[in-house]
């Protein structure tokens, strides 16, 4: 019988292995029925707002996210109730009274448990994020439709932060070579949360260019009326808007990353879409405060301001300036200003006034605006507090092309990474905000690798734990089989989880990564001592 116990354990073995997978297959089925049509990965996934079609062609790629998702589950499930019943016909007594090894018997666990783990792996470093990058080529094939509803909301077609759109009409619409043709359309423009025009447009025309997972949008608008709050004016003509970025249907994750981009991100943070954008931020900032810079040395040391564009000439002059960091200007008093048109001369003086700079766009909108104030003048030495009665704006002025030129030119990172003594000014506080994005980038990858891990190989110590608690609770209750998977399981994410919100939180980096692994390595141990001392006795 000695010469037989070989066969006999392959036997055992191919039939245990056999009762897992189908039962592995079947509560994988169902569970992944269970969470993708009830919503559970789109909610995770973050989507925007979907035609009918799109949420059906959506269910295509959500389906496979949650039969990954649900693979660990589904493993020890089924070897929990393969085992338990195993134990419960008494098998594990008849193959110790022929003399084999119960622990052999737990090869096809480990099998299955190794499977697992590749397969989680596999799924959540690449065939996840493959399927989520491709949902934004999918739910935003048909951008007229997106751009339609949009439209008709109460927020309007947001194009970057200065300009909505708005429709309550018809209008048509053609998409031939990534262009969109609208008709009808009311517009707000934006300037530091205020707004600064509002009219309509007899047409719109909207050029589209995709960017890894963002859409960049630049329109040109014709046949426009228009009401210029800055100016009090009623005017009309054409506008050509720079692209603006897009936000997509599916919002980018850092989680949804493939393993490869997202090691590149911890390395290399600067590409992400918010470093990106806080980035952009500080050069806003650092480009205001040269033009300021430039432009108080000007009035300083000539004496005056000269501004040309075409056939308009300004030239401004005042006694005495100030900086105003929180509108983005020069406060200036005594002015005199001068406007040339051609042959037509006409001058200004105010007691007070102000030349703005835009507090968005400088890049895009190169303008600047001088508002006279009617107040009496304070005493030397002393600003007012008071903004006094507007008179009239001049405007919109052209910053000078040397002062817009060196603007364009500065190096974000250079200003990011230049050493300077501490200060509460506007671009101080804007490089502290882009370490602490770029710091908060590199945590968030950080702390997402490592779950990653974790999630993975405690798919190999989570089977082997279910097998034998389901030979220690010898029983085919589905129930026993249910909690005896999903008790472990919950402890072991919920670890994983908030190890990884400590990690990425900033307050507990490398608490949050030991509390991350403390789960699967109490679970390894855990097997480790069932296995060795209460299976074998």
């Not at 934004?136 to 759109?165: F, T």
């Not at 501004?307 to 020069?330: F, I, S």
């Amino acid at each position: 019988m000695r010469e037989n116990l070989p066969d006999m354990v392959w036997i055992l073995q191919r039939y245990i292995f056999r009762e897992l997978g189908r039962t592995f297959l079947l509560c994988a089925a169902g569970l992944t029925l269970l969470l993708g049509l009830s919503g559970g990965v789109v909610n995770m996934i973050k989507v925007g707002e979907l035609e009918a079609g799109q949420a059906a062609s959506l269910m295509l790629v959500v389906l496979p996210i949650a039969f990954a998702l649900t693979l660990p589950i589904a493993a020890m499930y089924s070897a929990a109730a393969t085992y338990g019943r195993f134990s419960a016909a008494n098998e594990f007594m008849a193959c110790r009274s022929s003399g084999i090894n119960i622990l052999v018997l737990f090869a096809p666990a480990v099998v299955l448990s190794l499977l697992t783990g590749v397969l989680s792996f596999a799924s959540i470093n690449f065939m996840i994020p493959g399927l989520v990058g491709n949902l934004n080529r999918l739910v935003g094939a048909d951008m007229a439709s997106l751009i339609q509803q949009r439209l008709q909301r109460p927020r309007g077609l947001a194009l970057g932060g200065r300009w909505r759109l708005y429709a309550d009409r018809s209008w048509s619409i053609s998409q031939q070579h990534n262009h969109i043709h609208l008709q009808h359309i009311a517009f707000l423009e934006l300037d530091g949360g205020q707004w600064s025009r509002v009219g309509t447009a007899r047409e719109v025309d909207l050029v589209l260019e995709q960017r890894d997972d963002e859409l960049a949008v630049g329109a040109a608008m014709r046949g426009m009326s228009y009401y210029d709050r800055r100016t009090n004016t009623i005017s009309e003509g054409s506008f050509e808007l720079p692209q603006n970025v897009f936000p997509s249907q599916i919002f980018s994750q850092i989680r949804f990353l493939n393993l490869f981009e997202l090691l590149e991100l911890w390395r290399k943070p600067y590409g992400w879409r918010e470093v990106r954008t806080s980035l952009a931020d500080l050069r806003d900032v650092a480009a205001r405060k040269h033009v300021l810079d430039a432009l108080w040395n000007d009035l300083r040391t000539q004496g005056s301001l000269v501004l040309e564009d075409g056939g308009v000439r300004y030239v401004v002059r005042a006694g005495r300036m100030a900086v105003l960091p929180e509108q983005g200007g020069l406060e200036l008093w005594e002015v005199r200003a001068q406007e040339t048109r051609g042959e037509s001369v006409k001058s200004y003086e105010a007691t007070r006034a102000v030349l703005e700079l835009p507090r968005q766009g400088l890049r895009e909108d190169g303008s600047l605006w001088l508002k006279l104030y009617d107040e009496p003048s304070p005493p030397a030495g002393q600003g007012s507090s008071r903004s006094g009665l507007l008179r009239t704006t001049l405007g919109p002025l052209p910053i000078p092309a040397q002062i817009q030129a060196q603007a364009d030119n500065i190096d974000a990172l250079e200003i990011a990474h230049a050493e300077q003594a501490g200060s509460d000014d506007e671009l101080s506080k804007a490089r502290a905000m882009f370490h602490q994005t770029v710091g908060q980038t590199i945590l968030k990858a950080r702390g997402v690798f490592h779950e990653r891990m974790a999630f993975s190989i405690s798919a190999l110590v989570l089977v082997v734990l279910a097998a034998a608690l389901g030979i220690i609770r010898s029983n085919a209750h589905a129930m026993t089989a249910f909690g005896i998977s999903f008790v472990p399981s919950a402890f072991v994410l919920v670890t994983i989880v908030a190890g990884r919100q400590l990690a990425t939180g900033g307050s507990m980096p490398y608490g949050g990564l030991v509390m991350l692994w403390s789960g699967v390595a109490i679970v390894a141990g855990l097997n480790l001592w069932i296995l060795t001392r209460v299976v074998r006795r």
